[in-house]
Each structure stands twice: as C-alpha cells, then as structure tokens.
C-alpha cells in the first residue's frame, strides 16, 4: 500500500517511521538539529507547493528520508487509516 503526500508524490506504507507536526515538533532544538542534518546530508524532499505543515520520517533502502508536506499529520493520518495502515 502507498500514501499519497501531494504534488505526486508516493509512499510506501512499510517505509514509514512517523508523521510528525511541522510546527509544534520543531519547537524542540533536537528536532530542528536532526531536519537540519537531513537537510545538509541531502535526505529531506519538499513536496509542499505552498506552506508545509507535516513532515514524514521513512526508512528507504537502509536510509532515513524526510518529505515536507503541505498536508496537515491529521489529513495524513486520516488516509493512512483509510488505506489500514496503523500509525503509533
């Protein structure tokens, strides 16, 4: 099963580790530290046309992904439970 995030992009559902709000959960410097060295290591994609309000944590191929979306993790969630898919 996939996820859809918007603006075309996909997901597989196993390469999911979290769906986490972009504003509340960057008020922790360690969160803001971790997206930053994503950033420079070249492991975050924006998928987000307007302004971003989600970011997803996968695990693709042994490495950690993160993907900016627009989407609220509520909306995201909402899909994934849709498609059966459990996020704790």
Same mark, same amino acid.
């Not at 930053?36 to 998928?47: D, L, Y």
């Given at each position: 099963?996939?996820?859809?995030?918007?603006?075309?992009?996909?997901?597989?559902?196993?390469?999911?580790?979290?769906?986490?709000? $972009?504003?509340? #959960?960057?008020?922790?410097? !360690?969160? =803001?530290?971790?997206?930053?060295?994503?950033?420079?290591?070249?492991?975050? &994609?924006?998928?987000?046309?307007? $302004?971003?309000? #989600?970011?997803?944590?996968? !695990?693709? =191929?042994?490495?950690?992904?993160?993907?900016?979306?627009?989407?609220?993790? &509520?909306?995201?969630?909402?899909?994934?439970?849709?498609?059966?898919?459990?996020?704790?």
């Amino acid at each position: 099963m996939y996820l859809h995030l918007g603006n075309d992009t996909i997901i597989r559902k196993n390469d999911i580790i979290g769906i986490f709000d $972009l504003e509340s #959960s960057t008020l922790s410097h !360690k969160t =803001r530290e971790f997206l930053s060295n994503a950033e420079k290591k070249g492991r975050v &994609v924006n998928v987000s046309a307007e $302004l971003p309000k #989600s970011f997803v944590l996968c !695990k693709e =191929r042994d490495e950690e992904i993160i993907y900016i979306c627009q989407l609220s993790p &509520v909306t995201l969630i909402k899909r994934a439970s849709q498609m059966n898919i459990s996020i704790d």
